[in-house]
């Protein structure tokens, strides 16, 4: 019985990086501030180096989804690195970023007309090793342009993050995580009156061969999260019930 | 300056420049020397004396500028020209402004048919454009200098003829210091050969070694030299065709070859371009271009290639295409540590990104790009500005002191509050058809306007929280009135 599940373990590892999750070079490793989140996906850390979908529905939590996504981007672009935002309705406003540990003129901001030149675009710039992320605003996309991305990001260990507001249909997608913030009401701080610190509901709602969970986190631009568990934490098996699935899939991907 | 500007011929005009806190007059047409004004006059003076003359302000190098025009131009006389006085030519000394062209026509005249058409055709054509000219020729510079100046008769000067021609000439010939020919002229030598014969020694001791060093010069002892101009030549590929090209292999192949070619030249020369036109040149007489443009200089062919691989579809080639093209019209240095650095990760200055960028400018075209540094105002809408350069830094910090929504709305849109008087934010405020109740606010942040840019009422900004968690900036537009209420508008969403 160990030595199946032993085998079991062995063939997980193997199969992570078929999947995009490679261990990071030394030095390359960057800690995302995410404590408990981090510990819902594979070895325990955020994967950097990946296709992340972030999916959104009203004005606010776009809101919240652009702060996510700015204090996400900090630690990556920590050391000069510099991002891209690629998008076709833009309304991000850049010197809020900083707020979020980012400086804004460390991004490059390209706007488009179309959603399939903002793809083609998101592309190219995943496939750029010199950048540290790229934010694509990007509503809808079908499966063979999210493998495009997730094949580029695989080559260059760049990160991205595909932020879909509104979406139209939520089928599948080569990426590594979904995740959907939304708002929490602030808290006041002691006895202080007036709006706190951004709140959020962190959900991930799909990560390859970790946990999904729900957590909220509170952003501090002189803190960084602080991130406590959501009472309903979905546990679930440490494998996915469709493991077959799963499998084929990363042969279906290694023979394409 | 006459002949860009036809309607000031026949009228004086003068070039004037500041000089301490005067302002002078640098040169003055022939129909204003006619009237007594020279250079080095005062300008208000020479108004007093011609009320109708026309002063124009003097640009410092405009001469150099014309002359080595004109020495280009001429190389089409003789192979190796050169602007008098552009080096201190002879090394005259003294702030001596460049006026004239040495052309060295050793092994020319015979193809225009002897020295005189041959110096007849350069002073025709000169006059021909509106030029006032005087040439000479003769087997040293100085003295074709002094013949072509000061010289009254015959301008072409035989050989070894130098010491005959000269004689008659004023003393200024020789292009000696101010001071020396006033010594001569004092001591009655006016013409060059009062002295030319006189001992050496004794004109050594008296006038010092330039003027024995000019004479030498003139009579051809002394070695002259010259800076010849080398025109710029431009970053210009042509590959003829023997058979029309029609397929998209073919054009390519052009491409790539006239782009390894400038891209050599390039590379030898320290320098990149900015901005590569590729041209081909159809059958039937139609010409079709693409352009492409590079966020920094480079020299790399198969970036190039990339970018004009995006715009190859639009070239019709049609019934074929028998000549292709590749200019680079803009051109600059670049550093030659580029290649080296190809492949390392340095933020903004990553080549990597720059040929990114590039690719998106080519298939996208210019404006959709966009990198933003802070302003030091506090109008939401201009507290920051777009920057062209990469290399551009920000001159002052990003500014996190106030509460600003991570989401901004392209414009305020407005809103239909329930706000109590005078400066509370809304309890309740409908935005598109939602109603939303306040449970925590922030404010006010008063925003005045630039006044001296645009007029209308300040903004006071309110951070609200409502019920449901949302933050909203909204903000009221102007002071409460006894005749109105102002406006109220939510202008983004905080994170």
Redesign the interface.
Known sequence: MIAKRELIRRLQEELLPLQGFRPPTAGARVDMGLGPVAAAFPRGEFPAGAVHELISA???D???T???V?ALLAPLMRD???G?WIGTRR??????????GV???????????REK?AI??ME??LK????AAVVGEIRDLDFTASRKLQLAVEKSRVTGFLVRHQPRNLGTVAAVARWRVG????E?EGEM????F???KVELLKVRNGRPGEWIAE?N?ETGFKITDHEQTICLPLLPASQNRLVGYSQAGAAG | MVIRKPELRGKPVVLSAKDHNRVVITAASPEAEKEGLFPGMVVADSRALLPELVVMEDKAGREMRLLRGLGEWCIRFAPVTAVDGADGVGGSGGAERPDGLILDVSGCPHLWGGEEPYLKQILKRLRAIGYHVQGAMADTMLAAWAVARYGKGYPIIAANGQAAALGPLPCQALRIEAATTERLQQLGLARIDQFISMPRGALRRRFGAQLLHRLDQALGHAEESLEPICPVEAFTERLPCLEPIQTRTGIEIALQRLLNQLCERLQQEGKGLRTAVFKGYRVDGKMESIEISTTRATHQANHLFALFEIRLATIEPALGIELFILEAPKVEDAAPAQTTLWSGSAGLEDNGLAALLDRLTGKFGAGVIHRYLPEERYWPERSFRESTDLRETPSTSWPTDRPRPIQLLPHPEPIQVTAPIPDYPPMLFRYKGVLHKTAKADGPERIEREWWTDAGPHRDYYTVEDESGGRYWLFRSGHYRDDHSPQWFIHGFFA
């Open positions: 009203s004005p606010e776009w809101a919240a652009g702060g996510f700015a000069g690195g510099v891209i309304t991000v406003f850049p010197p809020a970023l900083k707020r979020f400086d804004p003129d460390k991004i490059v901001f390209v706007d488009l007309a030149d083609w675009a190219e710039a750029c090793e010199g950048l708002l929490l009401a602030s006041p009156p007036g709006v706190g951004p709140r959020w952003w631009n």
